[in-house]
């Protein structure tokens, strides 16, 4: 390519790079394991733009030019940032799981008053919620589970070209979907515990009609703390087992993820 030919195509070699950093770093940004809050924003976008010069000679050439009004340019960088956006937060929902299970451990067994900072929750979370959440981070980079969004945002553009539009009721009915499996996910993982914590609330409500000079309160805090713990240690290898597979098929069910 001569030096003119270059001049002539920069526009459009831009505006396919502006677009693919559009739709990838939104997707960076959100993606579990590489997109969590504790990694340095300009780092996220560092791998969004590694990204985006690893992928640019495998899909520029299916990318519209450059057009020529404003408004046309801006309904497809918006287009391919929604898109982005979504895939991210449907990969995230798998995570979230997680965060939200380890939320209802604590609830369960009275620890929901023990709180730190979580900066993926934006504020406070139970210290029990910010191990579960981390739990997650280690199993998705370690497994290598979090290369299968990238895998379906690889291939999704064959089912979602650029400039093909973005179907927003499709959408909106795959985010529920996300939305209410990453519900179903966590009570899944906590319904060991809940049981648990149905069957000594019962027990001691019983102990306490028996008996009622024992202080059965002091009895009943450190007793669900005490065998919730050791029943997590006893079940922890079964949810990440769980977890994992979930995640692995909630992330092939991304469009491309197939």
């Known amino acids: 390519m001569t030096e003119a030919e270059l001049l002539t195509a920069l526009p459009d070699m831009v505006f396919r790079a502006v677009l693919m950093l559009a739709r990838i770093g939104a997707v ?41 009004g404003v408004g046309e340019l801006l309904r497809l960088i918006g287009t391919e940032l929604v898109i982005g956006i979504w895939y991210g937060a449907l990969a995230r929902l798998v995570s979230l799981a997680m965060t939200m299970a380890g939320q209802l451990f604590a609830l369960l067994l009275g ?45 999704g553009y064959a089912v979602l070209p650029v400039g093909g539009g973005f179907l927003a009721g499709p959408g909106a009915e795959a985010m529920a979907a996300a939305v209410g499996q990453s519900f179903l996910l966590a009570l899944q993982l906590m319904a060991p515990f809940l049981l648990l914590s149905v069957v000594l609330n019962v027990a001691f409500g019983l102990l306490a009609r028996i008996a009622p000079q024992v202080q059965v309160y002091f009895l009943v805090v450190p007793g669900q703390i005490l065998l919730g713990i050791l029943l997590l240690g006893i079940l922890l290898p ?18 491309g993820g197939r």
């Open 28 to 68: 960076v940004m959100l993606l579990p394991g590489l997109g969590e809050q504790e990694i340095p924003a300009n780092i996220r976008l560092g791998l969004g733009l590694a990204l985006v010069m690893v992928l640019y000679p495998l899909l520029a050439d299916s990318f519209p030019s450059a057009p020529d």
């Open 111 to 155: 620890l929901s008053q023990m709180l730190v900072p979580d900066p993926a929750m934006g504020g406070q979370n139970a210290v029990t919620g910010r191990f579960f959440t981390l739990m997650a981070v280690v199993l998705l980079l370690g497994s290598g589970l979090y290369a299968l969004p990238l895998r379906a945002l690889l291939e």
């Open 238 to 255: 079964a949810m990440l087992g769980l977890y994992a597979s979930i995640a692995r098929d909630s992330f092939l069910a991304l469009p």
